[in-house]
Antibody
C-alpha cells in the first residue's frame, strides 16, 4: 500500500509562499486516480484544498483557487502544493492524500513573522 | 459552493449501533458523489474507513459500513468499541472534480 510523507518549511512569513511536497513510497502515485491536499486549522475541521488527477487535470477549492497550484512529478513519485500570499488564516496542518484514501501524517505550517 | 452537513455529535453505548449521516445542500446524495468517510483520533491524521460510498478500506474494521440512506450517505458502526471514540468526517465529490468536507461528527462511546 502507498505510504505518503509531507515535507516543507514549518514557518512561512505573511504574504509569502507556502510550498509542500508529498513523496510516495511503497507504491506509485501514477496508479492513483487522484492526489489531493487537505488542511486542518488548529481545533477545526478538514478543508479540501485541491487535487490533481491521473491525467494531470487540476481542480481547486473555489475559495483558494486564485492562490493555489498543485503539480505532480511522476518521475520522483511526488506531488506538490504551492499557496501564495499567505496569511495567519492559512496556519494549519497540511495533509496529502491519494486515491483510494491513503494519507500522509501531516505537516504543520505556521504563518507568522 | 455546496454545503455538506453532519451531526455535530453522537453517542453510542459499547456494543451498540449508531448511524452517522452526510447530507448535501444540493439535494440527495447519490453514488455519483463517491462518498468517503474518515476517522480522526486526537492528534492523529485522518484514516479512511470507507471510499466510493460503501467500499471498506483494507484496514477498516468490519463493524464499519457505508451506504446511502434516505437521500444521505451513511456510516453505520455496529458493535461499537471504546477505541471508536473519535471525530468522523465525510466528503462528497461534485461535478468539476470539486470536493467538499462535512463539518465532522464527534462520536462518544459511553
Amino acid at each position: 500500500q502507498v505510504q505518503l510523507q509531507e515535507s516543507g518549511p514549518g514557518l512561512v512569513k505573511p504574504s509569502g509562499t507556502l510550498s509542500l511536497t508529498c513523496t510516495a513510497s511503497a507504491g506509485s502515485i501514477s496508479t492513483s486516480q487522484w492526489c489531493s491536499w487537505v488542511r486542518q486549522p488548529p481545533g477545526k475541521g478538514l478543508e479540501w484544498i485541491g487535487q490533481i488527477s491521473q491525467r494531470g487535470t487540476t481542480s481547486y477549492n473555489p475559495s483558494l483557487t486564485s492562490r493555489v497550484t498543485i503539480s505532480v512529478d511522476k518521475s520522483k513519485n511526488q506531488f506538490s502544493l504551492t499557496l501564495t500570499s499567505v496569511t495567519a488564516a492559512d496556519t494549519a496542518v497540511y495533509y496529502c492524500s491519494s486515491h483510494p484514501g491513503y494519507w500522509g501524517q501531516g505537516s504543520l505550517v505556521t504563518v507568522s513573522s | 459552493q455546496a454545503v455538506v452537513t453532519q451531526e455535530p455529535s453522537l453517542a453510542v453505548s459499547p456494543g451498540g449501533t449508531v448511524t452517522l449521516t452526510c447530507g448535501s445542500s444540493t439535494g440527495a446524495v447519490t453514488s455519483g458523489h463517491w462518498t468517503y468517510w474518515f476517522q480522526q483520533r486526537p492528534g492523529q491524521a485522518p484514516r479512511t474507513l470507507i471510499y466510493d460510498t460503501s467500499s471498506r478500506h483494507s484496514w477498516a474494521p468490519a463493524r464499519f459500513s457505508g451506504s446511502l440512506l434516505g437521500g444521505k450517505a451513511a456510516l453505520t458502526l455496529s458493535g461499537a468499541q471504546p477505541e471508536d471514540e473519535a471525530d468522523y468526517y465525510c466528503c462528497l465529490y461534485y461535478s468539476g472534480g470539486r470536493v467538499v468536507f462535512g463539518g465532522g461528527t464527534k462520536l462518544t462511546v459511553l
